[in-house]
């Protein structure tokens, strides 16, 4: 069964940092594009960005550019979302996806009707 796992969420401080975890089982991960979204409370599920077979980056939020990045790290089977100079507003559920229609190339815009297997997430909240 093809799946993807988040994990590395927390609770941190506002300007902190974390680094969330996507971990691949079935299937390997290198063949994909990797799309990270994020729903907070009472919004809708937004992208956030993605990484693509080569390891760039493409964002979708204006709100975390220069402050979130997506590394790619095949012999883990594994793509990080590393988050940075992280605000209140950044809390969240995150999630990762991913879709063979994105094998090579990111999506130009992130929808999440593209994308019919999500998991459970991992929650950051952002608070003093």
């Known amino acids: 069964q093809l799946q993807l796992a988040e994990s590395g969420g927390g609770l941190v401080q506002p300007g902190g940092s974390l680094r969330l975890s996507c971990v691949a089982s079935g299937f390997t991960l290198a063949y994909r594009a990797i799309v990270w979204f994020r729903q907070a409370p009472g919004k809708e599920r937004e992208g956030v960005l993605c990484?693509?077979?080569?390891?760039?980056?493409?964002n979708y939020a204006d709100s975390v550019k220069g402050r979130f990045t997506g590394v790619r790290d095949n012999s883990m089977n594994t793509v990080y979302l590393e988050m940075n100079s992280l605000k209140p507003e950044d809390t969240a559920v995150y999630y990762c996806?991913?879709?063979?229609?994105?094998?090579?190339?990111?999506?130009?815009?992130?929808?999440?009707?593209?994308?019919?297997?999500w998991g459970q997430g991992t929650q950051v909240t952002v608070s003093s």
């Open positions: 990484v693509d077979r080569s390891g760039a980056t493409t």
């Open positions: 996806v991913s879709s063979p229609s994105f094998a090579n190339t990111c999506p130009a815009r992130a929808r999440q009707s593209d994308f019919g297997s």
